[in-house]
């Protein structure tokens, strides 16, 4: 899959989760700032994402995500577990 392809993904997560405008969404969103996202919301995103692209995130990995940039790039670099 590639970098585009993630990322057209995950903004659709966030678009559908989040009530967020679809073409307002980028790299550099962050979940907290921007989406005004609690640690609730950021978790099931998670279980989301872990669905999505069949990869396990674990909590530790998912503390430090904090922009969209660096959940694809999470997600690309974990492909190897995905579907």
Same mark, same amino acid.
């Given at each position: 899959?590639?970098?585009?392809?993630?990322?057209d993904k995950i903004?659709d997560i966030i678009? $559908?989760?989040? +009530?967020?405008?679809?073409?307002?969404?980028?790299?550099?969103?962050?979940?907290?700032? !921007?989406? =005004? &996202?609690?640690?609730? $919301?950021?978790? +099931?995103?998670?279980?989301?994402?872990?669905?999505?692209?069949?990869?396990?995130?674990? !909590?530790? =990995? &998912?503390?430090?995500?904090?922009?969209?940039?660096?959940?694809?790039?999470?997600?690309?670099?974990?492909?190897?577990?995905?579907?």
């Amino acid at each position: 899959m590639t970098r585009a392809e993630i990322f057209d993904k995950i903004a659709d997560i966030i678009a $559908d989760r989040f +009530e967020a405008d679809r073409d307002a969404i980028n790299e550099q969103l962050n979940f907290k700032q !921007d989406l =005004d &996202a609690d640690s609730i $919301d950021f978790v +099931e995103f998670v279980l989301e994402l872990e669905d999505t692209f069949g990869a396990e995130i674990s !909590d530790e =990995d &998912a503390e430090k995500l904090n922009t969209i940039g660096e959940v694809v790039d999470y997600i690309e670099g974990h492909q190897k577990e995905s579907k």
